[in-house]
């Protein structure tokens, strides 16, 4: 099993909000609200307009864990999710699929995702847990609250989300760069 990683740099992350815009105002806020939630994909795709519509918190029962979670719709991504849901319907899903009534999937929102990064110019591992990972990432970065970031992601403990996050990794390449005999 290969591991994805955070986007790390966030003029690369700025970079794909704009590719993703051009592309469509439903793949821009997948991504909007990927990295700006910390939410599973699994869980994202399953909204729908009702669940965000004149609510402060986006509220669900996690797919993975099955545990309540409410998030807070930050500013970050409040007026872009209005200006989409103005014209929809309470009963539709947030990320329509093309082909019928009903969300797109997990693969197409690993297309979406996969193939803005790689205009973007990042090359590292891509799939649709870099949104949780960036989100996870930045965070820890600005925040600096392990503890806080661990039950935001409903990790079990520290260690799994420095690892998650990929800052061990970074930590250990750091040392061992200024390290030597």
């Known amino acids: ?31 909007l609200l990927g990295i700006n939630s910390g939410l599973r994909i699994s869980d994202i795709l399953k909204l729908k307009v009702r669940d965000v519509r004149n609510k402060h918190h986006i509220e669900i029962k996690e797919q993975k864990t099955g545990k309540y979670k409410k ?58 847990h870099t949104l949780r990972k960036t989100f996870g990432y930045h965070f820890y970065k600005e925040k600096k609250d392990v503890a806080l970031l661990q039950n935001i ?15 061990n990794q970074d930590i250990i390449d750091k040392n061992l760069k200024s390290f030597g005999l």
């Not at 993703?20 to 439903?26: A, E, M, P, V």
């Not at 539709?92 to 699929?97: I, N």
């Open 71 to 128: 998030f807070l719709i930050t500013d970050s991504y409040k007026i872009p999710l209005q200006e989409y849901i103005l014209d929809k319907k309470d009963h539709e899903w947030l990320f329509p699929s093309q082909r019928g009534d009903r969300p797109i999937t997990r693969i197409q929102a690993y297309r979406i995702i996969s193939k803005a990064c790689e205009k973007a110019g990042i090359k590292a591992r891509i799939g649709t």
């Open 1 to 31: 099993m290969q591991f994805v990683e955070p986007i790390r740099d966030k003029k690369k992350i700025e970079l794909v909000k704009v590719i993703l815009k051009k592309s469509g105002f439903r793949n821009y806020l997948l991504f």
């Open 153 to 167: 992601l409903n990790h079990s403990s520290p260690s799994v989300t420095l690892r998650y996050i990929g800052i």
